[in-house]
């Protein structure tokens, strides 16, 4: 697992994906959000400790939870656990070869190349924030997130090819293939409808999607 963030973790292997995705591990997850012990978790979810340590052990060796206490009560010492990370996502390299690849999508203008450009930039993005942070560093990134209503089809294919011209000619203006010490970044655009958009508000199909480098 990768710990993109002390908010976002990413999970990238098979085994760390199951174990988060088991019923009874994702309510401890979700519990874990604050720390808390096995009995505690046990009086709050109405489950027997026992039961639940077995479950806790396996979330811990995965890198799912992590102990930020230990406390004596009588003879026996209480573990206060928490999960790594305030919500996780799963990484594409979990599935392997089943994976989306904007290579394997190869329409750009289907929904499905969306989806897979998304999973490349998790793939790629949390693993150079792993290795930043090992190297105690920072990864420069630029995220823009907007909302534009068109008011016709018309309007949007105009905003689509103004757009376009516009990032070819920054893309051109900077993009030095000959200098010593430069370092390539890739560059996404991508629109499409928002999930609650009204029939009206809707653009069809034909959404604006471009991926330059």
Do not use: W
Request: proline letters at 6%; hydrophobic letters at 40%.
């Amino acid at each position: 697992m990768r710990p993109a963030d002390p908010r976002v973790a990413v999970i990238d292997s098979p085994e760390t994906a199951a174990a988060a995705l088991k019923g009874t591990r994702r309510a401890l997850l979700v519990a874990l959000v604050e720390p808390d012990s096995a009995a505690g978790l046990g009086r709050r979810l109405g489950v027997p400790r026992q039961r639940l340590n077995y479950h806790l052990k396996a979330l811990e060796q995965c890198g799912l939870l992590e102990c930020v206490e230990e406390r004596r009560k009588g003879n026996c010492t209480e573990r206060v656990l928490r999960a790594t990370a305030r919500a996780f996502v799963i990484s594409p390299d979990a599935l392997g070869t089943l994976g989306p690849t904007p290579e394997a999508a190869a329409d750009r203008l289907s929904a499905s190349y969306v989806v897979a450009v998304a999973s490349r930039t998790i793939s790629e993005v949390s693993a150079m924030e792993s290795r930043a942070r090992a190297q105690q560093k920072r990864v420069s990134t630029l995220t823009i997130d907007s909302e534009i209503r068109f008011a016709s089809a018309e309007s949007r294919a105009a905003f689509t090819r103004e757009l376009t011209d516009r990032i070819t000619e920054l893309v051109a203006k900077y993009h030095d293939a000959e200098t010593t010490g430069g370092r390539r970044f890739r560059l996404v655009t991508v629109a499409h409808p928002r999930p609650d958009a009204t029939p009206s508000d809707s653009p069809s199909q034909d959404s604006l999607k471009s991926d330059k480098e």
